[in-house]
C-alpha cells in the first residue's frame, strides 16, 4: 500500500525556517517524481513545486510565489523528500501536502501538515 | 486569480448528471493533459481522473473526463450525497513551467 506521511509542520515566526519531510512507502521511491502542494484555509490547491527522479536528472521546478526561498530535495535512500522553506512569510500559512507526481496525475497524497506563520 | 477557469459551485439532485468545466489556454490545457481531484471536507485531495480522460483504479466509472481544445469537463452521473466535495483541474503549464490548479467547485448534492 502506497503511503505519504509529511512531518515537520508548526507555528514559526515570519522570516524564520522550517523544513517539512516526506516518508514514503509501498513503492519504489526513486522511480517516481515528488511534488508538494499547499492549501491556504479556506482556499484552493496550489502548487508549489517538484522534483524529478534521479533518472530525470533529480532536478526541480518551482512557483514563482516561492522560487528562491524553498528547496526541494530528496533522499533515495530513505525514501523520503523533503521541502525546506526559507524566508517565511504570513501568506505561507496552508496545509503542505506531499504527493507522487506530477506525471499522470498526483495519484497518492499525505495527510497534509499545517504550517502556520505568525509573530 | 487562478490560470484555470472553474465555476465555484454547481448543484444538481440525487441521481442526476453534473459538469464541472475547467478553462485554459493554449500554454496549459490545450497542449497538455489534465487530472481531476475530488476533495471531501477534512481530507486530502483525491485522483479522479488523470490524463483527461483515464480513471485509476477504484475510481467508479460514474466519473469521467474530456478535453476539447483549450477546456476540460469533468462529468459525474448517478451523484450521491457523497459525492458532496470540492473538486479541481489541475494540468501542467509550458509557459509557467509548473503545474496550475482551477480555483475548485463545489458540488452540492440538493
Known amino acids: 500500500e502506497v503511503q505519504l506521511v509529511e512531518s515537520g509542520g508548526g507555528l514559526v515566526q515570519p522570516g524564520r525556517s522550517l523544513r517539512l519531510s516526506c516518508t514514503a512507502s509501498g513503492f519504489t521511491f526513486g522511480d517516481y517524481a515528488m511534488s508538494w502542494v499547499r492549501q491556504a484555509p479556506g482556499k484552493g490547491l496550489e502548487w508549489v513545486g517538484f522534483?524529478?527522479?534521479?533518472?530525470?536528472?533529480?532536478?526541480?521546478e518551482y512557483a514563482a510565489s516561492v522560487k528562491g526561498r524553498f528547496t526541494i530535495s530528496r533522499d533515495d535512500s530513505k525514501s523520503i523528500a523533503y521541502l525546506q522553506m526559507n524566508s517565511l512569510k504570513t501568506e505561507d500559512t496552508a496545509v503542505y501536502y506531499c504527493t507522487r507526481g506530477p506525471a499522470g496525475g498526483f495519484d497518492y497524497w499525505g495527510q497534509g501538515t499545517l504550517v502556520t506563520v505568525s509573530s | 486569480q487562478s490560470v484555470l477557469t472553474q465555476p465555484p459551485s454547481v448543484s444538481a439532485a440525487p441521481g442526476q448528471k453534473v459538469t464541472i468545466s475547467c478553462s485554459g489556454s493554449?500554454?496549459?490545457?490545450?497542449?497538455?493533459?489534465v487530472s481531476w481531484y475530488q476533495q471531501l471536507p477534512g481530507t486530502a485531495p483525491k485522483l479522479l481522473i488523470y490524463?483527461?480522460?483515464k480513471r485509476p483504479s477504484g475510481i467508479p466509472d460514474r466519473f469521467s473526463g474530456s478535453k476539447s481544445g483549450t477546456s476540460a469537463t469533468l462529468g459525474i452521473t448517478g451523484l450521491q450525497t457523497g459525492d458532496e466535495a470540492d473538486y479541481y483541474c489541475?494540468?501542467?503549464?509550458?509557459?509557467?513551467?509548473?503545474?496550475?490548479f482551477g480555483g475548485g467547485t463545489k458540488l452540492t448534492v440538493l
Open positions: 489541475g494540468t501542467w503549464d509550458s509557459s509557467l513551467s509548473g503545474v496550475v
Open positions: 522534483i524529478r527522479s534521479k533518472a530525470y536528472g533529480g532536478t526541480t
Open positions: 493554449s500554454s496549459n490545457i490545450g497542449n497538455n493533459y
Open positions: 490524463d483527461n480522460n
